[in-house]
């Protein structure tokens, strides 16, 4: 099949790329690519990692809104990866930009992938990496307690397994909307298996600790933390 992957040069799109190119033609798309005549499936996990700032979320829904016109007029099949984050909550400028952007691909009749954080704990990558770059940053690591921020994981075997499914069935399928089995793990239980955590300094913080370190992550314009606002938005989530 001749598959085309926007995003493939990022973590999430080099796995697929490198997985899919044992028995495909895989085509990596520049993210303003619009020649997809001869390309039988797309897969878009091209999602900007500063979704939350107003101006770049202009851009994308405009860029998301000609490829799918693409896609429709081609009938080319399309798989977004979606998350559970925009599914369940829209309380981040992430969460609700994502929610937006995946509507439009079920109305345009693609299908939906919606998939949890991919973690390898080994080598962390996408939102993990960016985690633990700002743990391995401060001098003393602030531990949530761990009944707050619960969140969706999965290894990256798993989720490439159920995406190589939805790739041989796309043919026959309708399109659709996927939620990948994965397991909740808490946020204080991800920091602890990062590497920058090791011989850090910790101080384990209450429940009413962690709903006020919330509220300041949620108040405060906080810069670079901003790109794990909408991790904060799936607290609780079952």
């Known amino acids: ?6 995003g493939g040069k990022g973590y999430l799109g ?3 790329a490198s997985m899919l190119a044992e028995s495909n033609d895989v085509n990596l798309l520049e993210r303003d690519a619009m020649d997809l005549d001869k390309l039988e499936l797309v897969i878009d996990c091209s999602i900007p990692r500063d979704l939350h700032k107003k101006r770049i979320r202009n851009d994308y829904f405009q860029l998301m809104s000609d490829r799918l016109d ?6 080319i099949k399309y798989i977004y990866l979606g998350s559970f984050s925009s599914s369940n909550s829209s309380k ?3 969460g609700r930009a994502k929610f937006k952007c995946e509507n439009e691909v079920l109305i ?22 960016e985690l633990d770059k700002i743990v391995g940053r401060l001098p003393i690591v602030f531990l949530p307690h761990e009944t707050m921020f619960n969140l969706k994981v999965i290894d990256p075997e798993t989720f490439l397994h159920t995406l190589n499914e939805l790739v041989s069935q796309v043919e026959s399928r309708q399109p659709r909307e996927i939620f990948v089995e994965c397991e909740t793990v ?33 108040i405060l314009p906080l810069g ?5 606002r ?7 989530v079952s």
Request: net charge positive.
């Open 186 to 218: 808490s946020l204080k239980y991800l920091i602890l298996n990062l590497p920058s955590f090791e011989n850090k300094t910790s101080v384990n913080l209450s429940r009413p600790q962690s709903i006020m370190l919330e509220l300041i992550l949620r």
């Open 108 to 129: 345009r009749g693609g299908s939906i992938l919606r998939i949890p954080l991919v973690i390898d704990r080994k080598a962390p990558g996408s939102r993990a990496q």
């Open 14 to 16: 080099n796995l697929i």
């Open 92 to 94: 981040s400028h992430y």
């Open 224 to 228: 670079r933390f901003n790109n794990i």
């Open 1 to 6: 099949m001749n598959i085309g992957i926007y």
């Open 70 to 75: 693409i896609v429709e007029k081609s009938a």
């Open 230 to 236: 909408s991790l904060i938005g799936v607290r609780n």
